[in-house]
């Protein structure tokens, strides 16, 4: 049984934890995953060493913190799967994700590059990708979407829509809708066209993330 000062310490780094936490939850909607963790450790009011001694890794934080925009995100494309119709199924969850990466710039931050997390978010991407390659699949199957799709477009389709979201969303924050609105009309099978360029491969698609998440920064 510990004495009542190893008891006191034990609380007060359970408690600095939780702080930390809140902290990084609330910088990381509002910044993305890149906010100084000496901005995560002023707003609490302890030292950035303190912040490592819990979060050895900046990896470590993000997991932590946006466990449960994972569960989130995973449950969407889950309930998305159980709509009925598949086109508006493969919909829903494009436009509930894009939701959810307005409201936190953090979670679009792991969603669309392999460059944050760590294992958690891995478990959360193995967890995500053949949902999403389910709804693209369903979709297709149904003679709703173009054939020509593959489920890596996916992150095209978040990258374009995000943009506007980051630089429209104060003036005109349902922009996106509309952008989106006219980018899906053109993926309906109905309306095919010759595409000019083919699919990025998984290799491709982690090279174009590694790079814009430098670029944004």
Do not use: Y
């Amino acid at each position: 049984m510990g004495t009542p000062t190893t008891e006191s310490a034990r609380s007060d780094a359970k408690r600095n934890r939780v702080r930390l936490v809140a902290s990084a939850r609330e910088l990381f909607a509002a910044r993305g995953v890149d906010v100084p963790t000496r901005d995560v450790a002023r707003r609490v009011g302890v030292g950035v060493g303190t912040l490592f001694r819990h979060f050895p890794q900046r990896a470590d934080l993000v997991d932590a913190v946006l466990a449960e925009s994972f569960e989130e995100l995973v449950a969407l494309a889950e309930a998305s799967l159980a709509e009925e119709d598949p086109w508006r199924g493969f919909t829903r969850f494009v436009e509930d994700a894009l939701v959810l990466h307005g409201r936190n710039r953090g979670l679009k931050d792991v969603v669309e590059t392999n460059e944050h997390g760590r294992t958690r978010a891995q478990a959360m991407r193995r967890r995500l990708r053949p949902l999403v390659a389910r709804l693209v699949a369903r979709a297709q199957e149904h003679g709703a979407l173009r054939g020509a799709f593959t489920p890596q477009d996916i992150a095209l389709l978040f990258w374009g829509s995000d943009r506007v979201i980051e630089l429209a969303g104060d003036v005109a924050p349902e922009l996106w809708r509309r952008q989106l609105a006219f980018v899906l009309d053109g993926l309906r099978s109905a309306t095919p066209t010759s595409l000019p360029a083919p699919p990025l491969t998984d290799a491709q698609l982690r090279r174009v993330g590694a790079k814009r998440g430098r670029t944004s920064a």
